[in-house]
Each structure stands twice: as structure tokens, then as C-alpha cells.
Nanobody, 117 residues
Framework: VQLVESGGGLVQPGGSLRLSCAAS????????MSWSRQAPEKERELVAS??????????NYADSVKGRFTISRDNAKKTVYLQMNSLKPEDTGVYFC?????????WGQGTQVTVST
């Protein structure tokens, strides 16, 4: 099982970024996927999640990102995305994607997002 995030970087407040998480080595459609982030000296927090097709691909968001972030998945490409708009300095952190499959969690290595002037 391998998850590889990309798309992070430095962006000014109000800007946008699109994160990608490419999966390999397992049946992607069986994964409930999510994005979490961890700021320095803070605990990791769940940002957004999307269920499997069987679960209706339902989406959930943390209150802090509702209306600004959108999670999506492309099962053919085995990739999950996080579109982040209207970014704020408090969105800064390392963003991790996760696959939950059969009660097991698999994490990527993370990608840094920095929102700053």
C-alpha cells in the first residue's frame, strides 16, 4: 500500500492550491479516503473525507474549511484531491491523505502547505 501526496507549496492568503494523493498497491475503490493536517506543535486534525462508492461517495468537512475546501476522488486514476480556496494562514501545516480499508489505516508521507505573505 502506497499513498503519495503532491501539490503543496507556499501561497499567499486568499490563494488556492490543489493537493493530490496517488494510490498504488491496493484496491483503491475499497478505501474511504480523507485528508488531515498537522500544524507545528498541534495535533493532527481531520479536514475532509469521502466515502467509497458503496457509501455513496459522501463527503464531510471540518467546520473550519466548509465552503472553501472540496474533496473529490477519481477511482480510475486511483487519486484523491483536495481543492483549497480562500486559503488562510491558519491553514498552514503538513497535509496527509489516508486510506481506511477493512478497519486498517494507511497514511501518505504528507505535503507541506504554507499560507503566508
Amino acid at each position: 500500500v502506497q499513498l503519495v501526496e503532491s501539490g503543496g507549496g507556499l501561497v499567499q492568503p486568499g490563494g488556492s492550491l490543489r493537493l493530490s494523493c496517488a494510490a498504488s498497491g491496493f484496491t483503491f475503490i475499497s478505501c474511504a479516503m480523507s485528508w488531515s493536517r498537522q500544524a507545528p506543535e498541534k495535533e493532527r486534525e481531520l479536514v475532509a473525507s469521502i466515502s467509497t462508492i458503496i457509501g455513496g461517495s459522501s463527503k464531510n468537512y471540518a467546520d473550519s474549511v466548509k465552503g472553501r475546501f472540496t474533496i473529490s476522488r477519481d477511482n480510475a486514476k486511483k487519486t484523491v484531491y483536495l481543492q483549497m480556496n480562500s486559503l488562510k494562514p491558519e491553514d498552514t501545516g503538513v497535509y496527509f491523505c489516508k486510506c481506511r480499508m477493512w478497519s486498517n489505516d494507511y497514511w501518505g508521507q504528507g505535503t507541506q502547505v504554507t499560507v503566508s505573505t
